[in-house]
């Protein structure tokens, strides 16, 4: 019987600890936060904008990375609350199927004016953009964030991004 006690106050330790380290972690991180926005105390409100960005490559293609990397840089970045309003709003976008690996141009505007982005960068990709050789790239401004992808030749992507300094999505 005591053995059995010794084990459940183990058990309890090495669930409750992690447990309460947990809970004070997020309350030292959640309270400050909470008062910047006025939830709680009477501080003036604190704006905190972070950021980040990570690169999935396609490990058979070695340029893949290197493209995809290419295309953060020099932009500004993009605070989540702005990517995920991006994303939301780009749901409306119902993109052409590809037929045998081929999408249209001017199948791939369409869709995008249609669904209220009325001034995309549609054409097709060419060595140095991002975005294979011979894929339909598209850019298109949504807020104050760039969506850019491609679709075609088997493959397809989507990332959200900074404008460049000019307020383009794409340069030249």
Known sequence: MAGEAARTRRS?????????AVAAGALA???PVLRGLGVTGNDP???VERSAFAVVCEVSRPDDCERRTRLHADRRPVPLPEHMRALTDWQR???PAPSGGVVAVDEVR?????????????QIALAGDPAPP???????PVYETCVIGHLGGGSHDLQ???PLP??????G
């Not at 369409?110 to 549609?122: E, L, Q, R, S, Y």
């Not at 011979?134 to 298109?140: E, H």
């Not at 000019?166 to 340069?171: E, F, M, Q, T, V």
């Open 134 to 140: 011979g894929t339909v790239l598209f850019a298109v």
């Open 110 to 122: 369409a869709a995008i004016v249609a669904a209220g982005h009325p001034d995309p960068v549609v």
């Open 93 to 95: 976008v119902v993109l």
């Open 29 to 31: 991180v959640g309270l």
């Open 12 to 20: 309890w330790l090495l669930v409750g600890l992690p447990a309460v």
């Open 45 to 47: 409100p604190v704006v």
């Open 160 to 162: 959200v991004v900074g």
């Open 166 to 171: 000019d307020g383009r999505c794409l340069a």
